[in-house]
């Protein structure tokens, strides 16, 4: 059971917007910055959104994040089949002193 | 380029021990907290340890505390992770991540940067 909640799937057809969820306490998302990773078959997980809306180098505008209070959401338009991955929230748990991921969303562009 | 290369994975059995290295290159390795991460099959990831740029402070998950200790040697540019007293459920790839991205304290930053991972095999 992860201590960040995100829903097991979510799916959009190609060009359409899709958004991805996740809740957490005031010990981790409500006071920590939280980041989005980007998982493709076989490899390691990618950077996609850091402190809660930010992009790094490289990261296209299609990927965004917000935060809200306890829940935070990556959002990403324009979809295209290449996006089909796992994703994952990541922050810092203060009570925990650990790092928490979310279980992941799988999305499907159909 | 900027990179970690983990090494050090294979197959043990229960209760044995392993120690895993990540190389850096391509930056100022004293200047990062880096992480240990690893994933089961068919699994999302886990959060295992980090160490701070300096060594200074380091954390564990529940699940490797007491087992597990991290370490680093910055004039070799490496991070180090002991693990003892290996259960099967330590089964997993190790990913080591720089915390290089954020407004945090450091360790607590975004992983900007991962290795390629090592495969860790606990059987008997």
């Known amino acids: 059971q992860s201590v960040l909640t995100q829903p097991p799937s979510v799916s959009a057809a190609p060009g359409q917007k899709v958004t991805i969820s996740c809740s957490g306490s005031?010990?981790?998302?409500?006071?920590?910055?939280v980041s989005w990773y980007q998982q493709l078959p076989g490899t390691a997980p990618k950077l996609l959104i850091y402190d809660n809306n930010k992009r790094p180098s490289g990261i296209p505008d299609r990927f965004s994040g917000s935060k809200s209070g306890t829940s935070a959401t990556l959002g990403i338009t324009g979809l295209q089949t290449g996006d089909e991955a796992d994703y994952y929230c990541?922050?810092?748990?203060?009570?925990?002193?650990?790092?928490?991921f979310g279980g992941g969303t799988k999305l499907a562009v159909l | 380029q900027v990179q970690l290369v983990e090494s050090g994975g294979g197959v043990v059995q229960p209760g044995r021990s392993l120690r895993l290295s990540c190389a850096a290159s391509?930056?100022?390795?004293?200047?990062?907290?880096i992480h240990w991460v690893r994933q089961a099959p068919g699994m999302g990831p886990e959060w295992v340890a980090v160490m701070s740029y300096d060594g200074s402070n380091k954390y564990y998950a529940d699940s490797v505390k007491g087992r597990f200790t991290i370490s680093r040697d910055n004039s070799k540019n490496t991070l180090y992770l002991q693990m003892n007293s290996l259960r099967a459920d330590d089964t997993a790839v190790y990913y080591c991540?720089?915390?290089?991205?954020?407004?945090?304290?450091?360790?607590?930053?975004?992983?900007?940067?991962w290795g390629q991972g090592t495969m860790v095999t606990v059987s008997s």
């Open positions: 991540a720089r915390a290089g991205l954020g407004g945090g304290d450091g360790y607590n930053d975004a992983f900007d940067i």
């Open positions: 391509g930056f100022t390795f004293s200047g990062y907290a």
């Open positions: 005031s010990s981790n998302i409500g006071n920590n910055y």
């Open positions: 990541g922050t810092w748990d203060s009570s925990l002193s650990a790092w928490v």
